[in-house]
């Protein structure tokens, strides 16, 4: 399987997982992650090959975010809510996601880019 980088365009940091990704001649699969959501079934399954907590998959800078007042339910709900949450709106998932069907990174640092998708 391809790389699947799931990115929003307008994004800063998508943009630098995706020039690393360019200049490392690494192939994927762009998905717009506002037009084409993972589903809930993905999430899921991105979130358990991860690794990371599950908070950790939420745009918490995002504007989304803080109108619905995450911040105080991301801590307490379960991971089923949490998943419905992510599932209803794109704008709510950290991005980008990269995804190989195997492993996962969420989120842009360099060094965790050349450790995983080198």
Sequence with gaps: MALQFFWYP??????????????????YEEIHIVENPPSREQLAELY????????????????KYRELGLKDKVGSASESELLNLLASD??????????????VTVGFKEEEFSQTWS
Excluded: Y
């Design 10 to 27: 307008k994004c800063g940091t998508c943009r630098k997982a995706k020039k690393w990704l360019d200049d490392h001649n690494i192939a």
């Design 48 to 63: 358990q090959q991860s690794g990371v907590e599950f908070k950790k998959f939420f745009n918490t800078s995002g504007q």
């Design 90 to 103: 794109g704008m709510l998932i950290k991005r980008p996601i990269v995804t190989d069907g195997t492993k």
